[in-house]
């Protein structure tokens, strides 16, 4: 659990404001994000989950507000520093993502040639242990199309993983996943919660949020709305907006079973 | 009849050398017309809009203004205005690569604007560069996705190619011409050009056809 007084933050969000399209889809988001913690983003469809995501590695860049890693501060105009800062942030995106041309081990040794500069045995080698770490030992040499949707999902985290990133940002990572495919993939992350890595979460699995999340942010019209640890937020009768939104969700699933 | 079958026979290895300087011409055209093509596509897609301005430009003169007029207007215009003493191929190649660059930069910025925008985002989230990630995850998968439109091209390319002639260059259709003015043996030479032509287009066809299949990547369908 992460020690949240004592610490600075790691990564802190302050005030993120986001226009797209003519329509507000951040109105001054804030968090703070520190070593170790686990955050998920719950909330309706459209509310802004993976705006803020986006905007927390600058994919998009916000237009009000600041974000911060390790107290020091990004200028996104500069390409240079926004790469440099990107490296740091990892991005598991919903439909995976991977580059289709490449082998699952191309996918995980590229950025580590191209932008770290390792050798390509060196990317090779790193490359392969990430790919042991998320249980793809033996699936390095299948290009994407070959692989199911929850191998990719690893692969995925895997690529993520190789460039040693200190915050991990997962858009709804198993949304786009058969059901069967989805505990694969869970298990890889919860494996990465253990280990203490930093991450924020969209996701609507609500048993994996009460095990293993520090806080759940509820987003709903660009805003968080409610915050702070599943317990509090999900235990019966505290009339919250997120257990409201939880039930909904569990009556769906539990009527499509 | 034998002396059709005589004159075939005595121009073949001369129409042939023709077939060479076309063969030339065109793969030249395609490789410039790619060196151009690749860039302007670029521009189409990622760049500032002064870039887009510019690139829509060029491809907009050069789709314009028929092949004949640009042949002309480059060889006996430009090219000597500027100084530059190009022989008839020459010219024609460099006047049918950049047209072929025009027409070819629309193929690519289609195969581009096909690929999903996570890929790009992928590699900016991995910390790439945006000219490291066009580099090195959109355009080899663009240019996979383009060879049946370069086919295409290459088949449309070869054709114009025998505008060259009015130029004076010596490819298949000037040779043909000058042996069929001196025979009079107009109907066999100018079927065993157009056969020439239809041959050279089946091969071009099935080479890129067969490079095709060689770089495509297993499972994939786009
Ligand atoms: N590029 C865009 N242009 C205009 N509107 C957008 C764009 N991207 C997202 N939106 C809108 O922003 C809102 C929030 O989207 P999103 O962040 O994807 O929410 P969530 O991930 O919570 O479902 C949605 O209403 C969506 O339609
Ligand atoms: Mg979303």
Redesign the interface.
Known sequence: MANMNTKTPLMRVHGISKELGGREILRSVSLDLYEGEMKVLIGPSGGGKSTLLQCMNYLLVPDRGEIELEGRRVDPRKARELCEFRQHVGMIFQDFNLFDHLTATENVSIALRKVKGMSRAQAKARAKAELDRVGLADKGHLYPAELSGGQKQRVSIARALAMDPKVMLLDEPTSALDPELVSEVLTVIRGLAQNGMTMVMATHQMGFTRSLADEVLFMQEGRIIEQGSPKDLLAEGSGTRTLDFCSQILDVEGAGA | MNETVTVLLDALPYVLQGAAITVTAVVGAMFLGLFIGVPLAVGQVYGHWTVRTLCGLYVWFFRGVPILVLLFLFYFGLFNFMGLNLSAVAAATVVLGMTSGAYQSQIFRGSILSL?K??L??????????G?AIR??IL??AL?LSIPGWSNEYSIILKDSALAFVLGASEIMARTHFVASRTYQHLPMYVSAAVLYFLLTWAGVVALRALEKRVR?????H
Do not use: E, N, T, W
């Open positions: 999903s996570g890929q985002k992928a590699a900016r989230a991995l910390g790439m560069s945006d490291l090195s995850i080899p998968q996979r990547i297993k499972g994939y369908v």
